[in-house]
């Protein structure tokens, strides 16, 4: 039997995030580590940060790219930490390394994340983010992660 690589799904949202969104951060990272997903993200604070400690609890792979230099940036739940030196640049580093990408709340930087996602033609899924043509639209992080699983599966970049 071969051995089947796991998904990598890439995690973005705000670097501040209020109480309810890192709620919700937080349970994304569980799911995708219950289903053996890899949570790829900026690897900082916000939504990064809480997305990393659920898929942590759940014993799950994280893999943050820093826009800095330092690796000791990341927060504390990042396994991988990468540093890029590219400042926002990264953010496409971000989306493109993972097989689908799921965009919690955010601001201006993730809505540029959102934009490069779809100019390379990755599936994004948005949980309480921007409601745009041709971003997914989910209502709980079940759904959203069921849905970006499924997108990973069938358009895997391996």
Same mark, same amino acid.
């Given at each position: 039997?071969?051995?089947? /690589? ?5 995690? +973005? ?5 209020? %109480? ?6 937080? *349970? ?9 997903? +890899? ?9 990064? %940060? @809480?997305? #990393? %400690?659920?898929? *942590? ?21 990042? $396994?991988?930490?990468? /540093? ?33 996602? *779809? #100019? +390379?033609g990755k599936t994004v ?8 043509? $041709?971003? +997914?639209?989910? $209502?709980? /992080? ?7 699983? @499924?997108?990973?599966? #069938?358009?895997?970049?391996?």
């Amino acid at each position: 039997m071969a051995n089947i /690589p796991p998904i990598w799904i890439s995690i +973005i949202g705000g670097h501040t995030a209020g %109480k309810e969104i890192r709620s919700l951060a937080e *349970k994304v990272g569980g799911l995708l580590a219950d289903a053996g997903a +890899i949570v790829i993200s900026g690897g900082l604070g916000g939504v990064m %940060k @809480s997305v #990393s %400690k659920g898929a *942590k609890k759940n014993g799950g792979t994280t893999i943050g790219i820093l826009p800095g230099d330092n690796r000791k940036s990341a927060n504390k739940y990042i $396994d991988i930490a990468i /540093p890029t030196g590219l400042g926002m640049a990264r953010n496409l580093l971000v989306v493109r390394s993972g097989d689908a990408v799921i965009a919690i709340d955010g601001s201006w930087g993730t809505l540029s994340e959102i934009a490069l996602a *779809k #100019s +390379i033609g990755k599936t994004v899924i948005g949980l309480q983010s921007f409601a745009l043509d $041709d971003v +997914i639209s989910a $209502d709980t /992080p079940e759904e959203a992660v069921e849905l970006a699983i @499924s997108a990973a599966k #069938s358009n895997s970049t391996k």
